[in-house]
Protein backbone atom coordinates (compact mmCIF):
# COMPACT_ATOMS: atom_id res chain seq x y z
CA UNK A 1 0.00 0.00 0.00
CA UNK A 2 1.11 3.30 -0.95
CA UNK A 3 2.29 6.00 1.70
CA UNK A 4 -0.01 8.92 2.75
CA UNK A 5 0.78 11.80 0.58
CA UNK A 6 2.65 14.60 2.57
CA UNK A 7 4.44 17.94 1.40
CA UNK A 8 6.85 20.09 2.39
CA UNK A 9 6.94 24.29 1.53
CA UNK A 10 10.03 22.79 -1.30
CA UNK A 11 7.30 20.88 -2.95
CA UNK A 12 8.91 17.68 -1.85
CA UNK A 13 6.89 14.73 0.24
CA UNK A 14 7.78 14.83 3.84
CA UNK A 15 6.38 11.33 4.16
CA UNK A 16 8.00 7.63 4.20
CA UNK A 17 8.13 6.69 0.10
CA UNK A 18 7.00 3.08 -1.26
CA UNK A 19 10.35 1.41 -1.73
CA UNK A 20 10.40 1.57 -5.37
CA UNK A 21 9.82 5.15 -4.97
CA UNK A 22 12.65 5.48 -2.31
CA UNK A 23 14.87 3.97 -5.18
CA UNK A 24 13.98 5.70 -7.82
CA UNK A 25 14.61 8.89 -5.36
CA UNK A 26 18.17 8.19 -4.83
CA UNK A 27 19.06 7.51 -8.62
CA UNK A 28 17.05 10.52 -9.36
CA UNK A 29 19.64 12.47 -6.48
CA UNK A 30 22.74 10.51 -7.58
CA UNK A 31 22.29 11.10 -10.57
CA UNK A 32 21.53 15.36 -10.32
CA UNK A 33 24.88 15.41 -8.50
CA UNK A 34 26.76 14.23 -11.22
CA UNK A 35 24.78 16.12 -13.80
CA UNK A 36 24.75 18.85 -12.37
CA UNK A 37 28.70 18.42 -10.83
CA UNK A 38 29.91 18.10 -14.19
CA UNK A 39 27.75 20.64 -16.43
CA UNK A 40 26.78 23.07 -13.67
CA UNK A 41 23.13 23.96 -12.51
CA UNK A 42 21.97 25.45 -16.09
CA UNK A 43 21.73 21.46 -16.89
CA UNK A 44 18.45 20.76 -17.73
CA UNK A 45 15.59 17.77 -15.73
CA UNK A 46 15.46 15.96 -19.35
CA UNK A 47 19.91 15.15 -18.51
CA UNK A 48 19.33 13.87 -14.87
CA UNK A 49 16.08 11.69 -16.07
CA UNK A 50 18.32 10.01 -18.40
CA UNK A 51 21.67 9.86 -16.11
CA UNK A 52 18.54 8.31 -13.46
CA UNK A 53 17.55 6.18 -16.12
CA UNK A 54 14.08 7.14 -15.39
CA UNK A 55 11.28 8.83 -17.25
CA UNK A 56 11.34 12.93 -16.76
CA UNK A 57 7.96 13.00 -15.53
CA UNK A 58 9.27 10.85 -12.47
CA UNK A 59 11.89 13.46 -11.60
CA UNK A 60 9.09 16.16 -12.01
CA UNK A 61 6.64 13.40 -9.64
CA UNK A 62 8.76 14.10 -7.19
CA UNK A 63 10.43 17.74 -7.99
CA UNK A 64 7.97 19.89 -9.34
CA UNK A 65 10.72 22.19 -11.06
CA UNK A 66 14.62 22.47 -11.76
CA UNK A 67 14.36 24.70 -8.86
CA UNK A 68 13.10 22.17 -5.78
CA UNK A 69 15.93 19.87 -6.98
CA UNK A 70 18.61 22.44 -7.78
CA UNK A 71 17.46 23.76 -3.71
CA UNK A 72 17.74 20.44 -2.05
CA UNK A 73 21.14 19.50 -4.07
CA UNK A 74 22.72 22.69 -2.81
CA UNK A 75 21.25 22.61 0.43
CA UNK A 76 23.00 18.99 0.52
CA UNK A 77 25.94 20.05 -0.20
CA UNK A 78 26.18 23.29 1.94
CA UNK A 79 25.66 20.99 4.72
CA UNK A 80 28.10 18.42 3.86
CA UNK A 81 30.77 21.67 3.64
CA UNK A 82 30.00 23.31 6.39
CA UNK A 83 30.34 19.86 8.47
CA UNK A 84 33.88 19.47 6.74
CA UNK A 85 34.42 23.12 7.85
CA UNK A 86 33.80 22.46 11.62
CA UNK A 87 35.48 19.42 11.93
CA UNK A 88 38.48 21.04 10.44
CA UNK A 89 38.02 23.97 13.15
CA UNK A 90 37.53 21.94 15.95
CA UNK A 91 40.10 18.77 15.51
CA UNK A 92 43.02 20.60 14.15
CA UNK A 93 44.80 23.52 16.55
CA UNK A 94 46.97 24.71 13.96
CA UNK A 95 45.52 27.26 12.07
CA UNK A 96 47.18 26.76 8.59
CA UNK A 97 46.23 22.79 9.02
CA UNK A 98 42.80 23.37 9.67
CA UNK A 99 42.39 25.62 6.50
CA UNK A 100 44.33 23.23 4.17
CA UNK A 101 42.48 20.02 5.78
CA UNK A 102 39.03 21.54 4.76
CA UNK A 103 39.97 22.66 1.43
CA UNK A 104 41.37 19.21 0.95
CA UNK A 105 38.65 17.02 2.38
CA UNK A 106 36.37 19.44 -0.10
CA UNK A 107 38.24 19.08 -3.30
CA UNK A 108 38.62 15.33 -3.07
CA UNK A 109 34.97 15.16 -1.90
CA UNK A 110 34.00 17.02 -5.64
CA UNK A 111 32.39 19.76 -3.39
CA UNK A 112 33.85 22.42 -6.15
CA UNK A 113 31.66 20.99 -8.71
CA UNK A 114 28.34 21.66 -7.00
CA UNK A 115 28.81 25.01 -5.04
CA UNK A 116 25.55 26.46 -4.23
CA UNK A 117 23.57 29.42 -5.99
CA UNK A 118 23.18 30.80 -2.23
CA UNK A 119 26.82 31.57 -1.76
CA UNK A 120 28.21 32.37 -5.39
CA UNK A 121 27.64 36.44 -6.48
CA UNK A 122 27.57 37.88 -10.10
CA UNK A 123 28.85 41.42 -11.47
CA UNK A 124 32.25 43.10 -9.87
CA UNK A 125 30.23 46.35 -9.73
CA UNK A 126 28.23 45.00 -7.64
CA UNK A 127 30.77 43.90 -4.85
CA UNK A 128 31.54 47.57 -4.53
CA UNK A 129 30.79 48.23 -0.59
CA UNK A 130 30.38 45.23 0.54
CA UNK A 131 32.49 43.61 3.36
CA UNK A 132 35.30 41.62 1.82
CA UNK A 133 34.19 38.38 3.36
CA UNK A 134 30.85 38.23 1.64
CA UNK A 135 32.56 38.68 -1.97
CA UNK A 136 31.94 35.51 -3.55
CA UNK A 137 32.83 33.89 -6.69
CA UNK A 138 31.05 33.40 -9.60
CA UNK A 139 30.22 29.94 -11.03
CA UNK A 140 31.52 28.91 -14.17
CA UNK A 141 29.10 27.83 -15.80
CA UNK A 142 26.29 30.19 -15.15
CA UNK A 143 25.00 33.26 -17.28
CA UNK A 144 25.61 36.69 -16.11
CA UNK A 145 23.39 37.51 -13.61
CA UNK A 146 21.43 34.64 -12.77
CA UNK A 147 22.67 34.10 -9.42
CA UNK A 148 22.78 36.29 -5.95
CA UNK A 149 23.44 36.19 -2.46
CA UNK A 150 20.57 35.55 -0.57
CA UNK A 151 19.43 39.22 0.84
CA UNK A 152 19.46 39.40 4.56
CA UNK A 153 15.55 39.02 5.08
CA UNK A 154 16.06 36.04 3.59
CA UNK A 155 18.43 34.70 5.67
CA UNK A 156 16.49 31.72 7.43
CA UNK A 157 15.53 30.41 3.62
CA UNK A 158 19.13 30.52 2.59
CA UNK A 159 19.56 27.28 2.50
CA UNK A 160 22.43 27.20 5.62
CA UNK A 161 24.50 29.37 2.88
CA UNK A 162 25.32 31.81 6.18
CA UNK A 163 26.42 29.49 8.46
CA UNK A 164 28.73 28.36 5.89
CA UNK A 165 30.07 31.73 5.15
CA UNK A 166 30.86 32.10 8.79
CA UNK A 167 32.44 28.86 9.76
CA UNK A 168 34.77 29.21 6.50
CA UNK A 169 35.33 32.88 7.48
CA UNK A 170 36.49 31.95 11.06
CA UNK A 171 38.88 29.34 9.43
CA UNK A 172 40.59 32.10 7.35
CA UNK A 173 40.71 34.69 10.11
CA UNK A 174 42.33 32.61 11.93
CA UNK A 175 45.08 31.71 9.49
CA UNK A 176 45.30 35.08 8.60
CA UNK A 177 45.89 36.40 12.63
CA UNK A 178 48.54 33.70 12.81
CA UNK A 179 50.34 35.38 10.46
CA UNK A 180 50.00 32.07 7.77
CA UNK A 181 47.28 33.45 5.33
CA UNK A 182 48.16 36.33 2.91
CA UNK A 183 46.40 39.54 3.86
CA UNK A 184 44.57 39.80 1.16
CA UNK A 185 42.88 36.10 0.78
CA UNK A 186 39.04 36.32 1.54
CA UNK A 187 36.46 33.78 2.04
CA UNK A 188 35.77 34.50 -1.78
CA UNK A 189 39.03 33.03 -2.60
CA UNK A 190 39.02 29.79 -0.87
CA UNK A 191 35.50 28.95 -2.02
CA UNK A 192 37.26 29.89 -5.55
CA UNK A 193 39.86 27.06 -4.74
CA UNK A 194 37.45 24.97 -4.12
CA UNK A 195 35.97 25.33 -7.68
CA UNK A 196 39.20 25.63 -9.45
CA UNK A 197 40.71 22.77 -7.98
CA UNK A 198 37.55 20.41 -8.85
CA UNK A 199 38.19 19.82 -12.37
CA UNK A 200 35.59 17.30 -14.44
CA UNK A 201 37.77 14.43 -16.24
CA UNK A 202 36.66 11.39 -17.62
CA UNK A 203 38.82 8.93 -15.40
CA UNK A 204 38.60 8.89 -11.56
CA UNK A 205 42.48 8.30 -10.93
CA UNK A 206 43.13 10.89 -13.17
CA UNK A 207 40.97 13.45 -11.50
CA UNK A 208 41.63 12.48 -8.49
CA UNK A 209 45.69 13.22 -8.97
CA UNK A 210 44.63 16.34 -11.04
CA UNK A 211 42.63 17.47 -7.82
CA UNK A 212 45.31 16.56 -5.46
CA UNK A 213 48.13 18.66 -8.08
CA UNK A 214 46.29 21.58 -8.33
CA UNK A 215 45.46 22.18 -4.96
CA UNK A 216 49.08 21.82 -3.76
CA UNK A 217 50.05 24.85 -6.10
CA UNK A 218 47.00 26.90 -5.04
CA UNK A 219 47.52 26.49 -1.26
CA UNK A 220 51.35 27.09 -1.86
CA UNK A 221 49.73 30.53 -3.50
CA UNK A 222 47.95 31.11 -0.49
CA UNK A 223 50.56 31.59 2.27
CA UNK A 224 52.16 33.90 3.30
CA UNK A 225 55.49 34.57 2.36
CA UNK A 226 58.26 36.29 5.46
CA UNK A 227 59.18 39.35 3.97
Do not use: C
Given at each position: ?79 RLTEQARAALGQEDEPWSALSRFLRTSV ?120
Amino acid sequence: MSAVSGGRPDGTRSTPLRVDAQRNLEHVLRAAREVFGELGYGAPMEDVARRARVGVGTVYRRFPSKDVLVRRIAEEETSRLTEQARAALGQEDEPWSALSRFLRTSVASGAGRLLPPQVLRVGVAEERGLPEHARLPQQRTQPAGELRLVPEERAEDDGGAAELLDVVGQLVERARAAGELRADVSVSDVLLVIATAAPSLPDAAQQAAASARLLDILLEGLRSRPS
